[in-house]
């Protein structure tokens, strides 16, 4: 099967610009989830997705950092304006079950350098 | 709350010998277990996990963990380590109490050397 498909895989912008990432799951996962991941740590959690319903976004930066993802499927992380130390990894991934029981396959991850 | 150690930055080992990469996690419920793999450039791979049963698992490429209640202790191993296993291991946990959010380690660097 395809793995979790992430555009761009690479991305260099100037403080206060505007970014976008796209994430494609795994067909028929309904868990779609969006880390950042920094030099030498492990993912941490953005926002978790149920279907198309948002149902842990806690640790999302509400004030800069948005998402979507209509119709269930994929699913867009937005940043804006960036800041420098917004400079890490947007790791994307999915999982089938929602009750936390199976594992998550992630995509290869956006590397995104505000400069 | 939730968290999870990997008190090795970097573990160092020969060809052919075993390698154990160590994880200790905290929970309020029973743990949900994971170990993950990255290699570089790449997202992380899926090795193992242990939701109940039996405190051995298995996984891919020969790798294997125990988990441990009592100790709180999910270590990672492997009989005979490959040079091809190097690479950036994370351990993980979730919990029902902790509505299913996964929380990683800092991950610890594996060198296999020949």
């Known amino acids: 099967e395809a793995g979790v498909v992430q555009s761009p895989r690479y991305k260099i912008i100037e403080k206060k610009q505007p970014v976008a990432f796209w994430c494609n799951p795994i067909?028929?996962?309904?868990?779609l989830y969006w880390y950042l991941q920094n030099l030498g740590q492990g993912p941490e959690l953005l926002i978790r997705?149920?279907?198309?319903?948002?149902?842990?976004d806690s640790q999302l930066p509400k004030d800069r950092f948005s998402a979507e993802r209509l119709k269930g499927v994929d699913s867009t992380l937005k940043i804006q304006p960036a800041e420098l130390g917004d400079s890490a990894v947007y790791l994307c991934?999915?999982?089938?079950?929602?009750?936390?029981?199976?594992?998550?396959?992630f995509g290869p991850g956006t590397r995104l350098t505000v400069l | 709350a939730q968290s999870v150690a990997q008190p090795e930055d970097q573990v160092n080992v020969a060809e052919g010998n075993p390698l154990t990469v160590k994880c200790t996690y905290s929970v309020s419920g029973n743990p949900y277990l994971f170990w993950y793999v990255q290699y570089p450039n790449r997202g992380l791979q899926f090795l193992l996990k242990y939701i109940t049963g039996d405190n051995l698992v298995k996984g891919s490429y020969g790798f294997e963990a125990e988990f441990n209640k009592s100790q709180t202790s999910f270590h990672l191993k492997k009989p005979s380590a490959l040079v091809s296993d190097s690479a950036l291991y994370f351990c993980a946990v979730r919990d029902k109490t902790g509505g299913f959010k996964t929380i990683f380690g800092a991950g610890t660097r594996l060198f296999v050397k020949a």
């Open positions: 997705y149920e279907n198309e319903e948002a149902v842990d």
């Open positions: 991934a999915s999982s089938r079950q929602r009750e936390g029981l199976d594992e998550q396959f």
């Open positions: 067909s028929g996962h309904n868990t």
